[in-house]
């Protein structure tokens, strides 16, 4: 079964920490990059964070330095990663895992051949 499943979302404090996790299975697993993007209420879905098959990955400027995308890839299954560090008021949103085998710098929402059904993140001031 093709699917993306994205977990670990929660509420936490500023300044507090999560951990994401995407499970891929199917040909979602099989892609060139994958990453996270999120849609905060009343604004556009923006990228996160990428990463592609090389290793190289891409941050938004606003998680620079606080976020860190990971993948591990294990026998017909590949698990995606995003810890999350001092999270702030503004990282408030539903996240989504993606995955695309067309991979531009960075990744375009409107290009990707995947997506999870998203994991709500909440951080209270």
């Known amino acids: 079964q093709d699917q993306l499943q994205e977990s670990g979302g929660g509420s936490v404090h500023a300044g507090g920490s999560l951990r994401l996790s995407c499970e891929a299975s199917?040909?979602?697993?099989?892609?060139?990059?994958m990453g996270w993007f999120r849609r905060a209420p009343g604004k556009e879905r923006e990228g996160v964070a990428h990463i592609y098959s090389s290793g190289i990955t891409w941050y938004a400027d606003s998680v620079k330095g606080r976020f860190t995308v990971s993948q591990d890839n294990a026998e017909a299954k590949t698990t995606l990663y995003l810890q999350m560090n001092s999270l702030k008021p503004e990282d408030t949103g539903m996240y989504y895992c993606v995955a695309a085998l067309t991979c531009p710098w960075p990744l375009s929402a409107r290009g990707l051949d995947y997506w999870g059904q998203g994991t709500q993140v909440t951080i209270s001031s």
């Open positions: 199917g040909r979602p697993s099989q892609n060139n990059c």
